[in-house]
C-alpha cells in the first residue's frame, strides 16, 4: 500500500498526517498529545479554545474507526502538564474514558507528565519493547537497538514553487524514528533543526528522511547531514 | 534646524496679507516680528476656534504651519494661565515624527523664553522617564496612539489627564480609518471623561470629504462640534509624465527603462526622492541606478525593513544635504521634512491620487512655489492610470477614504486597559466606547461578548470560569482578578503586528534590517541577495538571524515582502475606465499608447461607459478568457480565486490565473463559451465563504487579532516570544475555533479584516453587480492588444490554483527520490 513503510523489519502504515498504524501488533501509535493544553495557558491569563483535547481525542477516535486497533500507545507528553489530567473535564473526558475501555491504552511517560496516574484508565510505562523495537518518549543517543519516539514535534517546512508548504512530519533513519506531535494546539520543531538531527545519532553512511503524509500516501525527503533537504 | 524651521512654512505669512489680530500676546507677536514674519489666517482661525471652546479641524497641505497652528493656542493659553499640570496632549502616528515635533516646538519656545515643558513619549522612551512623567508630566506631552492606551491604563491616568484642556491628533488622514484609528478614538473618548471641558484639535493634509474626518473626531460623531479650518490652498504642482523617446513598455511595474533620464534628472536638482510602490522595487531601482550612475552621486535608499540605525543614517545624510538623491518607498509618505528636496519622482503606477499629492508635497516646502514632480510608469496600463492621476491632480480631485466600523479586537485590547486602571461600571463604559464614531453602532449583547471574550475567552463551553481575569464587584463593577494581568496588558497591547521577520546582520552583531520568514526559508548558506543596495551572502541561518556577509558574486535575489500591494483607488480607477471610452480623448497620448488602444478597438472592441469587457480566446494550446473591471490586485485575485473553483465544478478544466490591478486572465483546458454565470453574484455566497475560510488569508487575519485583541501574548516578562511561535499557535488556535466554535468573536473580528482589506470584496460585489448588466463578451480568433500586458505576466506572478499542497510535495518528492537512488 501507498501508506506502508518498513521499520526494524516490521511493516507500519502511515495514518493520517501524525500517527502510524503497526499492523502485526494492531497498534495505532501517537505522540506528543499535549491534553489540556488550553487550560495550561488559561490558568496564566490566555485564554485559548478550550476544545484542544476534544479535538486531539475526536481524531484518535476517527482512526479507531478506520483501523480498529486493538491498542493505542502514546508516546508520552500526553497531558501538557502534570495537572492537566485532573483538569481533564467533559465532553473529552468521557471520550477518553470510552477510548481507554474499548482498547488497551498505553500511555509512555514523558517530560510534560511524569507522573501519570492514569486515572482516566490505560496503563503507564516509562517505556515499553514490542517485537525488538522500544517505544519511548525521547530518543536515546547510542541505542543500537529500533527506537520509535516522539519529543521533538517535527514539521517539514519548505519553499516549493514559491509556496510555503508546512506540515507535520516523520524522521526516519535506520534504526530511529521519531513521531510528530498529535495534538491539536502542539506546535512543530523545523525537521532541519539541529536537535532533530542530533537525535537521529546517524553513523557514516546513513542518511535520515522525512515521511510527510499526503492524501494518497507519504512523500519522503532526504535530509542530508548538513541539516538542509535534499531537492 | 533654522532651515528646517522656515520650510515648515511658519515665514510664507508675509505673502497672505492678512493683518495679524491682536488675539495673540505681545510675546509671540514679537517673535513672529523679529522673524519678519506674521501668523497666518488658518492659524488665527484655530485660535478662534479655542477661544469659543470649540473642536477643530484643520485641513492644509504640506508647509502651511500646521504644526504651529494646532500648538500656537495651547502656547496662547499656556502664557495667558500658567498652569502646572498636563496642558495639551500632541499625538503622531509616528515615533520620529514626534521628536522631531518636539525639536520644532522646542525652538520658539525657548527663543520666546517661555517656562513650558515639552516631552516625547513612546516606546522609546526609558522606564524611568516615563514613570516621572506620570507623576510629574510636562505641560505638552508627544505621543503616539499605543502610547496614549497604554498612559490610560494606568491606575493615576484620571489624575494625570483631569486638568488636559486640548489634544492634537496630527496627520489624522494617515491612519484614522484603519485600527490605530479605532484605538486612538476610543482613547479620545476616555480622555473626554476624564477631562470633559477638553478640545480636539486634528490636523490633515488635504483629503476628498473633510466631513469623514470631523466626524470621526468629534464625540458622539457630532460634525456640529467640530470647525472645520482650511489653510490656502498650495500652488499647482509642476507635474510631468516621463516617457524615454516616447516609449512605454508593455509589462513591468518598475520604470527601469528610464534610468538613464533619471540620472540626468537627478544631476538637475539638488536632491530627488524617488518613490517606488514596494520595498522590493525599491531595492531594484536603487541597484539599478547605481548601475548606471557615471557621474557617482550620492544614492541612498529608505524603507521600512532597514534597521532603524540604517533608517537614522540616511535621514541623517538627507538633513546634512550630502545626498543628491534617496531611492524610497512609503515609509517616507509622512514624517520628516527636509527643506531642500527639489523634485520627486513615481516609479510606477500612483495607484491614488491622494497618495501622490502626499508625495509630491514631499518637495519644495514652500508654499507659493509649485513642486516639481515626475511620473514614469512602468507599463502601459500604467501609463493610462499616470494620466488619470495627472487629471486629477490639476483638478484637485482625492481619492475617497472608506471609514469602517470598529474592530472587536481593537475595542478588547481597549476595555481591558481601562480594567486596568480601575473597576468599571459595564452600561457606563458602553455610552462611553458608544461616543466614539468606530463604535456608535456597538449594541449591548455585543458589549458583553467582548467583556466575555477578555474575562474568559467567551466560549460557549464555560472551562475557565475559575480562571477569570475580570470579575464583578459586590457593587457590580468589573475589575482585574489579579494585578499580573495588568502587567502582561501593557507588554502585548500594540496594534501593529509584524509578519514573522528575520534579522540579517554582519557576525559582528551589525543590524541590517529584516526580510519575511518565508523569503528566508528560500536562501541556504552560500546564496546571494540584495539588501540595502548591497550583494550580500549568506553564512548561517540561526533561529531568527540571517547572517550575511558582504557576496563576492552579483546577487540576482532581491526579498519580497507580503501586504506590500498598493490597491488601484477605486478614484483612479474609474478615471481610466472613463479614458477608454473616451475615443477623442486619446489624441494626448503618445503614439505607442495611441495606436495600443485603436489596434485593440480594430481587432476587439473598446467598452463603451459602464461595460465591462470580457475577451476569450484560443491560444498556445490552451483557452484564455480575460476580463478589464479595473477593481484592483486584491478584488481581482479574490475573483481569480473564485472563478477558477466554479470553473473546476464546471468540468472546463482550469490551470491557472493572472491578475493585475487592472485586468484578469483565466485559462483553461476546455474553452468559455458563456462568461456570464461565471461573473454571477451568487459567487460571493457559493464559493467566497468556502474560498477564504480554506485560504491562508482568514489565518493571516486571525493571527492579527488574536495577538491584538490579547489571546495570544506577543510577549513574555523578559522574553519577547518569535514571529514564528505565534504563528503556530495561532494557525492551530484558528483550526480548533473554526471546528468547535464557528461563531466566536474573534473569527468575526477576522472576517471582518478578510473582507475589508484582504480580498476587497465591497469591490468585488460593486464588480459583479455590474457584470450582470453590462457585460461585452468578445470572442475571438486571438489574443487582442489589451490583453497582451496581462498575458507577459504569466509564469512571473501567476498563481496555481486548487489546494496544490499535496500536488507540490508529490512532485517535490520525485526529485529528492531521483537524488536519493543508490
Redesign the interface.
Known amino acids: 500500500m501507498a501508506q506502508d513503510f518498513e521499520f526494524g523489519g516490521e511493516t507500519f502504515e502511515v495514518a493520517g498526517e501524525a500517527a502510524i498504524y503497526w499492523r502485526a501488533q494492531d497498534a495505532l501509535l501517537v505522540s506528543d498529545l499535549h491534553l489540556e493544553k488550553a487550560s495550561a495557558f488559561a490558568l496564566y491569563g490566555q485564554m485559548l479554545p478550550p476544545y484542544d483535547s476534544v479535538s486531539t481525542l475526536q481524531d484518535i477516535a476517527a482512526l479507531c474507526s478506520t483501523y480498529s486497533p486493538a491498542r493505542i500507545i502514546s508516546l508520552g507528553d500526553n497531558f501538557h502538564d502534570d495537572d492537566g489530567e485532573h483538569r481533564l473535564a467533559e465532553p473529552a473526558a468521557a471520550l477518553l474514558v470510552d477510548l481507554a475501555r474499548e482498547t488497551e491504552w498505553i500511555w509512555i511517560t514523558g517530560n510534560h507528565d511524569r507522573a501519570v496516574a492514569g486515572i482516566w484508565g490505560g496503563k503507564a510505562f516509562d517505556e515499553l519493547i514490542l517485537s525488538g523495537i522500544t517505544l519511548r518518549h525521547e530518543a536515546l543517543s547510542g541505542d543500537p537497538n529500533p527506537e520509535i519516539s516522539g519529543h521533538f514535534h517535527p514539521k517539514f517546512r519548505q519553499v516549493l514553487r514559491g509556496r510555503m508548504v508546512s506540515r507535520r512530519c516523520f524522521v526516519k533513519t535506520p534504526r530511529k524514528m521519531i513521531m510528530p506531535a498529535f495534538g491539536a494546539l502542539t506546535g512543530g520543531l523545523d525537521v532541519q533543526d539541529m536537535a532533530i538531527l542530533k537525535a537521529c545519532d546517524l553513523v557514516s553512511g546513513e542518511v535520515a528522511e522525512a515521511l510527510v503524509a499526503t492524501q494518497t500516501g507519504y512523500a519522503r525527503f532526504a535530509l542530508n547531514r548538513a541539516g538542509t533537504c535534499a531537492k | 534646524m533654522t532651515r528646517n524651521w522656515q520650510h515648515q512654512g511658519w515665514n510664507a505669512g508675509k505673502l497672505s496679507g492678512i493683518k495679524p489680530v491682536v488675539i495673540l500676546p505681545p510675546i509671540i507677536l514679537d517673535w513672529f516680528a523679529a522673524r519678519g514674519w506674521q501668523p497666518r489666517r488658518h492659524q488665527l482661525e484655530m485660535l478662534d476656534a479655542a477661544r469659543d471652546g470649540r473642536h477643530a479641524l484643520l485641513v492644509a497641505a504640506t508647509g502651511a504651519g500646521k504644526t504651529l497652528a494646532g500648538f500656537l493656542p495651547s502656547l496662547n493659553d499656556l502664557i495667558a494661565h500658567p498652569s502646572d499640570g498636563l496642558h495639551t496632549l500632541y499625538i503622531s502616528p509616528l515615533k520620529a515624527l514626534a521628536t522631531d515635533v518636539r525639536r520644532n516646538l522646542l525652538i520658539p519656545i525657548e527663543e520666546m523664553g517661555l517656562p513650558i515643558r515639552v516631552e516625547a513619549r513612546t516606546g522609546d522612551t526609558p522606564s524611568d522617564r516615563k514613570a516621572r512623567q506620570r507623576v510629574k508630566p510636562p505641560q505638552i506631552l508627544l505621543t503616539t496612539p499605543e502610547s496614549l492606551s497604554l498612559l490610560l491604563s494606568h491606575e493615576d491616568s484620571a489624575y494625570m489627564f483631569a486638568a488636559l484642556k486640548r489634544v492634537i491628533v496630527d496627520e489624522v488622514h494617515a491612519f484614522a480609518n484603519g485600527k490605530r484609528g479605532d484605538l486612538l478614538s476610543l482613547s479620545l473618548a476616555r480622555l473626554q471623561m476624564l477631562a470633559p471641558e477638553l478640545q480636539r484639535v486634528a490636523l490633515s493634509a488635504t483629503v476628498a470629504d473633510p466631513g469623514d474626518y470631523r466626524a470621526w473626531l468629534a464625540p458622539n460623531g457630532d460634525i456640529d462640534q467640530v470647525r472645520l479650518v482650511e489653510g490656502a490652498a498650495a500652488a499647482e504642482p509642476d507635474l510631468t509624465i516621463l516617457l524615454p523617446e516616447g516609449r512605454v513598455p508593455w509589462a513591468g511595474h518598475s520604470g527601469q527603462h528610464a534610468i538613464p533620464q533619471l540620472i540626468e534628472e537627478i544631476g538637475r536638482n539638488t536632491i530627488t526622492l524617488i518613490f517606488c510602490n514596494t520595498r522590493f522595487l525599491a531595492e531594484f531601482i536603487f541597484q539599478k541606478l547605481w548601475d548606471a550612475n557615471e557621474p557617482k552621486y550620492a544614492i541612498g535608499i529608505h524603507h521600512g525593513s532597514l534597521s532603524v540605525e540604517a533608517r537614522r543614517k540616511v535621514e541623517g545624510a538627507m538633513a546634512e544635504g550630502k545626498l543628491r538623491a534617496l531611492v524610497c518607498t512609503s515609509s517616507l509618505d509622512l514624517g520628516v521634512d527636509w527643506g531642500n528636496v527639489d523634485c520627486v519622482i513615481q516609479m510606477g503606477a500612483p495607484k491614488g491620487s491622494s497618495r501622490l499629492l502626499q508625495r509630491i508635497g514631499r518637495s519644495n516646502h514652500r508654499m507659493d512655489e509649485p513642486s516639481k514632480a515626475i511620473l514614469v510608469p512602468g507599463n502601459r496600463f500604467e501609463y493610462l492610470e499616470a494620466q488619470a492621476a495627472y487629471d486629477a491632480v490639476a483638478e484637485g480631485v482625492r481619492d475617497g477614504e472608506s471609514f469602517r466600523p470598529g474592530s472587536y479586537d481593537v475595542l478588547a485590547q481597549h476595555v481591558m486597559g481601562i480594567a486596568c486602571a480601575g473597576p468599571f461600571d459595564e452600561a457606563e463604559l458602553l455610552a462611553e466606547v458608544q461616543s466614539a464614531l468606530p463604535y456608535s453602532a456597538l449594541d449591548a449583547a455585543t458589549f458583553a461578548r467582548v467583556i466575555a471574550?477578555i474575562a474568559?475567552?467567551?466560549?460557549a463551553?464555560k472551562?475557565?470560569d475559575r480562571?477569570k481575569?475580570l470579575v464583578k464587584d459586590p457593587d457590580n463593577r468589573w475589575r482585574l482578578a489579579h494585578p499580573?494581568?495588568a502587567a502582561?496588558h501593557r507588554l502585548n497591547a500594540g496594534i501593529i503586528v509584524d509578519a514573522p521577520m528575520l534579522e540579517i546582520r554582519f557576525r559582528n552583531g551589525r543590524k541590517l534590517g529584516k526580510v519575511e520568514e518565508?523569503f528566508a526559508?528560500?536562501l541556504?548558506p552560500g546564496n546571494c541577495f540584495t539588501f540595502a543596495g548591497m550583494a550580500l551572502e549568506v553564512e548561517s541561518i540561526k533561529d531568527l538571524d540571517l547572517i550575511v556577509r558582504a557576496a563576492t558574486k552579483p546577487a540576482t535575489n532581491i526579498p519580497s515582502y507580503m501586504g506590500a500591494r498598493l490597491p488601484l483607488t477605486t478614484h483612479l480607477a474609474g478615471r481610466v475606465r472613463q479614458m477608454l471610452t473616451d475615443r477623442p480623448g486619446w489624441a494626448r497620448f503618445p503614439d505607442e499608447v495611441r495606436e495600443w488602444l485603436e489596434m485593440q478597438a480594430y481587432r476587439s472592441q473598446m467598452p463603451k461607459a459602464g461595460q465591462l469587457l470580457v475577451e476569450t480566446f484560443p491560444h498556445d494550446k490552451r483557452h484564455y478568457m480575460v476580463a478589464y473591471p479595473f477593481e484592483g490586485w486584491n478584488a481581482h485575485q479574490s475573483l481569480g480565486m473564485l472563478i477558477t473553483r466554479r470553473m473546476e465544478s464546471r468540468g472546463l478544466m482550469p490551470m491557472g490565473f493572472v491578475a493585475s490591478d487592472y485586468a484578469l486572465g483565466v485559462w483553461s483546458l476546455k474553452p468559455i463559451t458563456d462568461p456570464q454565470p461565471l461573473f454571477s453574484a451568487d459567487i460571493l455566497a457559493d464559493e467566497f465563504v468556502d474560498w477564504v475560510e480554506s485560504s491562508y488569508l482568514l489565518k493571516r487575519a486571525f493571527r492579527e487579532v488574536a495577538v491584538i485583541s490579547g489571546?495570544?501574548?506577543r510577549q513574555h516578562p523578559g522574553k519577547r516570544k518569535t514571529g514564528r511561535?505565534v504563528t503556530?499557535?495561532t494557525d492551530?488556535?484558528y483550526?480548533?475555533?473554526r471546528?468547535?466554535?464557528p461563531d466566536?468573536l474573534l473569527l468575526q473580528a477576522a472576517w471582518a479584516d478578510a473582507r475589508a482589506r484582504l480580498t476587497d470584496v465591497g469591490r468585488l460585489g460593486d464588480l459583479l453587480d455590474r457584470a450582470a448588466d453590462t457585460m461585452l463578451h468578445v470572442d475571438l480568433q486571438r489574443v487582442s492588444p489589451l490583453a497582451v500586458p496581462l498575458l507577459v505576466m504569466i509564469g512571473r506572478e501567476s498563481v496555481?490554483q486548487g489546494s496544490?499542497?499535496?500536488a507540490?510535495?508529490?512532485?517535490?518528492?520525485t526529485?529528492?527520490?531521483v537524488?536519493?537512488t543508490p
Not at chain 2, 474568559?456 to 466560549?459: A, I, K, M
Not at chain 2, 507540490?808 to 518528492?813: G, Q
Open positions: 471574550f474568559t475567552g467567551g466560549y463551553l472551562a475557565y480562571f481575569k499580573q494581568f502582561q518565508n526559508a528560500t541556504s489571546l495570544v501574548e511561535q503556530f499557535s492551530l488556535i483550526d480548533v475555533l471546528k468547535y466554535e466566536h496555481a496544490v499542497d499535496d507540490l510535495l508529490m512532485e517535490a518528492e526529485l529528492a527520490g537524488a536519493m
